[in-house]
């Protein structure tokens, strides 16, 4: 099977999650992935202000990171559950395993809804739509469907998803059907240009940490790769590092960009790729998923220097796939 396939049944799947959301009476659950995204935030809140003009007990259960914390207000998130009540419906967005989802337990009535070509479509319900930008513009159209007057409240979070998911509408997953709805989401009273300036925002020590990683920069396979890591000796929370991949990618010459930090669990590493190479087939070789462009992995038991040597050797073999090397 084409993990990265549009779904052919995309749109009797998402009105069956539509008819089952609108039927639910009981209490219905929202959850995202771990280190939550714009697209993860974005889309789980838009649906959570749908479900609540509804009339619908909806909780949403999620620890928004320091920069998207403008978005929700706060009494709209809750706190980690260890158990959802009998005939609770959870709907978890964004989150290409059910073992990325945080602060719920995946249990209950589970309807997935996704973009991650590697999403084994788990749940009762599943919406797993690769061709999709965002998750966040699959909850456009179930808002669409679920049939709520939209109001500024929900646009923005949704368009935030397809903001942050499209990298400001400059990937290549900004097709003219996204441009669409972003078009009719700013309609609806988005403000972009003062979000778009919110979500720059980082820390000053963002900014230490920024040079401290600029300073590990090396090139590999004569420019086609480029590497950096955190140094040892410089801690910064999970949302900041996330977008340093994000900085070194344009290194012209690269077609890979891998950025790699120590982590509790391991060695956490964020890939990009361009021009034919397939971050997501070097992560899969990691042992992690993603986008074709933008893929990550998480190296368990394993040191910084051992985790490059693997790195490598699944950069070198992308490269020579995709008849580089
Ligand atoms: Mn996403």
Do not use: C
Request: aromatic share 8%.
């Amino acid at each position: 099977m084409d993990g990265n396939a549009p779904e052919p049944q995309y749109w009797e799947k998402l009105r069956l999650v539509a008819e089952v959301l609108r039927a639910v009476e009981g209490p219905i659950y929202i959850a995202t992935h771990v280190d939550p995204d714009g697209d993860a935030i974005g889309s789980s809140l838009g649906l959570y202000r749908a479900l609540k003009a509804l009339g619908k007990d909806a909780r949403w259960v999620a620890d928004p990171p320091r920069f998207l914390r403008f978005l929700p207000k706060e009494e709209e998130y809750s706190d980690p559950v260890e158990r959802l009540p009998m005939g609770a419906t959870l709907v978890v967005l964004d989150s290409a395993e059910p073992s990325r989802v945080v602060g719920v337990p995946v249990e209950g009535f589970v309807i997935n809804l996704d973009h991650h070509g590697t999403n084994p479509r788990f749940g009762h319900l599943a919406v797993v739509d690769p061709s999709k930008a965002a998750t966040a513009e699959m909850v456009k159209d179930l808002i669409d469907l679920l049939g709520v007057a939209w109001t500024e409240e929900m646009a923005t979070p949704v368009f935030t998803g397809i903001l942050t998911d499209t990298g400001n509408f400059r990937f290549a997953n900004t097709t003219p059907e996204v441009l669409r709805k972003a078009a009719e989401l700013l309609g609806y009273g988005v403000k972009l240009a003062e979000i778009t300036d919110r979500l720059q925002y980082r820390t000053p020590h963002y900014f230490k940490a920024l040079g401290g990683v600029l300073s590990t920069l090396r090139f590999h396979f004569g420019g086609l790769l480029v590497t950096a890591h955190l140094p040892e000796d410089l801690e910064v929370p999970e949302e900041d590092s996330d977008g340093f991949v994000g900085v070194i990618r344009y290194a012209e010459g690269a077609l890979v960009a891998v950025y790699l930090r120590r982590r509790e669990e391991g060695v956490k590493v964020s890939i990009r790729s361009r021009g034919g190479v397939s971050a997501q087939n070097i992560a899969v070789r990691l042992g992690g998923g993603g986008h074709v462009p933008a893929a990550g992995a998480t190296l368990k038991g394993v040191d910084l220097e051992q985790a490059y040597e693997r790195v490598l050797e699944a950069v070198a073999e992308e490269l020579r796939r995709a008849g580089y090397l």
